[in-house]
């Protein structure tokens, strides 16, 4: 406990008196104008975009990171189990119940860090920013020893482990040699706040000798087996729909290619549903569920990590109302921090949406803070960490500071920021 305690103190020291600023801002512009084709349009992406990036890092301990890492080792143990699978593919929607093989890439594991240790706040499937934090890691100085010492594992081996973790999702699904055409894909994608990251992730595909091109879905067409983008068959399609079921109808072609299984998708509605669905929360979140699924002791102490969670129903709605000043409210399908209520701010109109179905109750975990110099002014701002991940290992890691309920890229100060093991 002792060690627990000294940990929190250092860290907390160092996110709320280390005010140097790290982030070399014309190093990051000069490395982001190199590796995307149009430096006018990436100049005015960074304009529209004033608080994408914050201009200190976030410190952390090694045993924190270690621990976050453990969890997410137990929730893939867990995912990989039998029983758990037919629990959650039970209630999903039939395109995610066939298993083609590849295992999702770029997963996201965010977290809140308190004085009892890193607690999981949620799980998402193709999580946006790696390819940003990535640049932004290399784009650092050192402001003391910590990140000196902490730079270098920051940024090494990312754009080689990028690039084999996709070879990987395409040799799973039983492909052979190598894709010859990535499409990025999402909606309206050049409209998309992230959309800086599709042109870096288009520019590492093509440097490992691979075409790629970023397409709405709606551009795509599925004739005769084949998936094509203006008459170009795609090969591996990087999913960034937040549609997770292909539900939408200019989401028909790239359905049903990926349900004849002639093109390989990742993260796929597979993927989703097995790790991503807000639900599963309420099984990991439970020590008899996981106690049920065999896992070893190690993964079930590492399942503590996440604050207990329940589906909110007509049954349970009074006692949560009772209890809301400690629950979190999400809706199970949702991503970007949308439609979320902290019950202590929750009005008696937003409750009458949650308790109309498609919601979880999370107990809170609250966020860690770090203080930044903004204009001369030190403001605190809340902070999370995320884990990106593919099958369980860590792909880097970076943390978003923000002001609010939810990380909304709007905070003087705020947005994505190394993290720095201490």
Known sequence: MQDEAERWERDTALNQGCFCITLERPRLEASLRREAPDAR?????????????????????????????????AIEAAAGTPAYQARVLDRAPDIARPDFGPRGVFMGYDFHVGDDGPRLI??????????????????????????????????????????EMFLAEWALQGRTDRPRLIAIVDDTPSEQYLYPEFLLAKSLFERRGIDAVIADPTEL??????????????DLVYNRLVDFAFEAEGHRALRN?????????TPSPHSHALLADKRNLVLLSDANVARS??????????????????????????????????????????????AVYRGDKITRGAWALVI??????????????????????????KLDVRLYTYGGEPLLAAARVYQGQ?????????????????
């Open 122 to 163: 949620e799980v998402n499937t193709n999580a946006g920013g790696a390819f940003l934090n990535a640049l932004l890691a290399r784009a650092q100085s050192d402001c003391c020893r910590e990140a000196q010492e902490a730079l270098t594992a920051a940024v090494g081996g990312f754009e080689a482990a990028v690039g």
């Open 406 to 422: 939810t990380t909304n890229f709007r905070t003087p100060g705020g947005g994505f920021a190394p993290v720095y093991a201490v």
């Open 41 to 73: 349009l990436v100049d005015a992406l960074l304009a529209e975009r004033p608080h994408l990036f914050s201009n200190s890092p976030v410190f952390i301990s090694r045993r924190d990171l270690a621990t976050m890492t453990s969890v997410v080792e």
């Open 293 to 338: 699924l065999g896992l070893s002791d190690r993964h079930r102490h590492a399942l503590s990590a996440i604050p207990r969670t329940v589906v909110v129903s007509a049954d349970n709605a009074e006692a949560l109302w009772a209890e809301r000043k400690k629950l979190f409210f999400k809706p199970s399908g949702g991503h970007g921090g949308k």
């Open 257 to 265: 290619a990926y349900v004849d299984g002639a093109v390989v998708v």
């Open 356 to 381: 109309g179905g498609g919601y979880i109750a999370q107990a809170i975990a609250p966020p860690s803070e770090r203080r930044i110099r903004v204009d001369g002014e030190v403001r605190s701002l």
């Open 221 to 234: 067409e599925y004739v005769h087996g084949a998936l094509s983008h203006r008459g170009r068959p795609v």
